[in-house]
């Protein structure tokens, strides 16, 4: 990711094990996104149990029912509910099985709205969990720095080299060989090197 070098583990030569952190990037930006997401998410699911409630007083208690949806004539709600819901029914003010579904309808849909804000926030803070991950680098394995690229302070870019790491249990060398020899060849075979600084052979 890009930013600023907050962290380099040492200098060159500086033996590190395995996990431990290499560089780390400044990610005070995304630890402020994040716990932006987190309070956005705490809202989300407030929303879905609000909407969940809203859809089961729907479902057990509909609106449709309720003598509010109907011109009263200011009577208690007993005398209104007997003496306006018929007469209401028949001026046209509505069909009651049509107003309950289209009720139960939009409840359910601002339940299923509420349900796919947590999801959508919930994918925004994997996001920036997995950025954050991006934030800094691990050793792979027990080695040593071999050459810092980048010093505590540089700003880099995606894909940028910071560091060499470099394994030293094993000696390494990288050669070409010729296709006619690649048959006495294995994979994770060890073979005798000459090292003609020092003369001397080493596996």
Known sequence: MP????????TEGNWLKKDMELVRIDDDDLLAQQRSAF????NAYLAMRNAGVQYNRELWAPQSRSISRMPGMGMPALFDQMFTRNPG?????????????SDLYAQGTQLNQSRSRVVQVQSRLDEIAARLRDSRAVAPFDGVIAYKLVE???????GQHLLV??????????VDVPSRLM????????VMVRLDDVNRTVT
């Open 3 to 10: 930013g600023r070098i907050e962290y380099i583990a040492g």
């Open 39 to 42: 309070a956005e998410l705490e």
């Open 89 to 101: 029914n028949m001026a046209g003010f509505g069909n009651p099985h049509v107003d309950r579904y």
């Open 152 to 158: 505590v302070g540089d700003t880099v870019q995606p």
């Open 165 to 174: 790491f470099s394994n030293l249990e094993y000696l390494q060398v990288k």
């Open 183 to 190: 048959r006495g060849l294995m994979q994770t075979e060890f």
